[in-house]
């Protein structure tokens, strides 16, 4: 378990057999190896749990920029990369770690399940900030190579990339007094030096912006990957997630009818 959120397992607990007790201190009586940062992170060996907690809240983001505003917007705006501090491990480098230390004999199985979220895009997003949604996604993006390279020597991994939801965000023509919609914008010059408008229009500026309903992208790549090509149902990917780890019946029970 890597990320933020140290400030939640300081919390203690009210109930229970460790009733009393930090969520930290549960933790390591349950034989978690607990690291706060990432050279910890890197000598950590396998053979234990890890607890890894890198921010006391979310985590730094990678890029800066000016928010979002109403019209006229902010920008032209160059985002601010390298925002990280060396404490904190990237996201890729979370990921890679966390796949050394599941794919091991120490780890007693055949193989694993890992699940990897490029969480503050949404938060971003939220904030009508459109250079620290980027630099999340490049976050995102450099840790599914991660698992892609790892999957080229293990053919058998199933890697699957999407979302939980879309998000406000849109890239936009110029908006100008006489014709612009009533959200905010943000104008990024881009490594090309093209300008590109981002516009937010779900909530008022300085407020949350909202979560919509459309429909997301989905990509797989691997055994089952398949099963990813077209619209599906969301719940169709918990469905063969389960496919993939065999958990598609309980003990004693027969398999329920397989995807083609």
Not at 87 to 101: G, N, Q, V
Not at 103 to 130: W, Y
Request: aromatic share 4%; glycine share 10%; proline share 7%.
């Amino acid at each position: 378990l890597l990320g933020g959120g140290r400030a939640r397992f300081e919390q203690r607990i009210t109930g229970g057999p460790d009733k009393g007790k930090t969520v930290l201190a549960s933790a390591k009586a349950q034989g978690y190896a607990i690291v706060s940062n990432a050279d910890e992170l890197r000598t950590a060996a396998p053979g234990k749990k890890v607890l890894g907690l890198f921010a006391r809240g979310n985590m730094t983001r990678e890029w800066k920029g000016k928010p979002a505003k109403p019209y006229p917007g902010t920008g032209p705006q160059r985002c601010v990369e390298g925002q990280r501090p060396d404490s904190e491990p990237s996201l890729a480098e979370m990921t890679r770690k966390a796949i050394d230390l599941l794919d091991t004999p120490a780890a007693k199985g055949p193989g694993f399940f890992l699940q990897v979220e490029g969480a503050s895009i949404d938060k971003a997003d939220h904030a009508a900030d459109p250079c620290g949604q980027i630099g999340e996604t490049v976050a995102l993006d450099e840790a599914v190579r991660v698992a892609l390279d790892y999957a080229k020597t293990h053919p058998d991994t199933l890697i699957i990339v999407t979302a939980d939801h879309g998000h406000t965000s849109q890239i936009l023509p110029p908006q100008t007094r006489a014709n612009h919609s009533p959200g905010s914008y943000s104008t990024l010059i881009t490594v090309d030096e093209a300008m590109m408008t981002v516009g937010y229009a779900t909530n008022r500026s300085g407020l949350s912006q909202e979560h919509t309903g459309t429909q997301v992208r989905i990509a797989a790549q691997g055994p089952l990957a398949v099963n990813f090509v077209g619209v599906i149902d969301d719940t169709d990917i918990f469905r063969t997630i389960a496919r993939a780890l065999d958990l598609t019946k309980a003990p004693g029970e027969t398999p329920r009818a397989a995807h083609p």
